[in-house]
């Protein structure tokens, strides 16, 4: 993802699993882009692996459930790893509750994967649609903020909004 390595202001996550993000090396994009610009914040919000979502997930892509958590736990611990220096600039999050779509949005564009049944999101078409399109910003951070607000933090901390200036926060 080329527009990680450009991010100015913020990069939000939704996904259900980070092993593709870690495989595909854009946490890796994601960590040198933090190191090279202090004001970047991020935020991943992960499907928790504990979640009884977690188990309809894979039986709904026809994998093995405890291999689909094994999968998801260590994407999210290789994650933590690789991202805790900077615990400033971002956080992680998981959450219980039906996953509805993955986005990745850097600055001024959402990448949105179609979300199937049949096979994980990376394997289906992205949009990348500009924050600016119809009720896109509201759309998404609405969702995301709400969604965040009801995770629970994996350092700690109060979750609070992914972004307090964003619609709906």
């Not at 692996?49 to 405890?66: K, V």
């Not at 564009?109 to 394997?123: E, G, I, L, N, Y």
């Not at 910003?137 to 992914?162: C, I, Q, Y």
Request: charged fraction near 20%; charge should be negative.
């Amino acid at each position: 993802m080329d527009a990680i390595a450009d991010a100015s202001e913020f990069v939000l996550v939704c996904t259900t699993n980070l092993c593709w993000m870690v495989d595909a090396k854009i946490i890796d994009a994601l960590a040198a882009r933090l190191e090279t610009q202090p004001s970047l914040n991020a935020r991943l919000l992960l499907l928790d692996p504990n979640s009884p979502f977690a188990e309809a997930r894979a039986r709904q892509l026809g994998t093995i459930p405890d291999e689909f958590v094994r999968t998801m736990t260590a994407g999210i611990e290789m994650t933590r790893q690789q991202l805790r220096r900077f615990a400033n600039q971002c956080r992680i999050a998981v959450f219980d509750e039906p996953p509805t779509e993955i986005s990745i949005i850097v600055d001024d564009v959402v990448f949105h994967s179609v979300f199937t049944a049949h096979q994980p999101s990376r394997h289906n078409p992205v949009i990348a649609l500009p924050l600016h399109a119809h009720k896109a910003r509201e759309s998404f951070f609405k969702h995301m903020n709400l969604v965040w607000e009801r995770s629970r933090p994996l350092d700690g901390k109060a979750t609070g909004f992914f972004l307090k200036d964003t619609p709906g926060a």
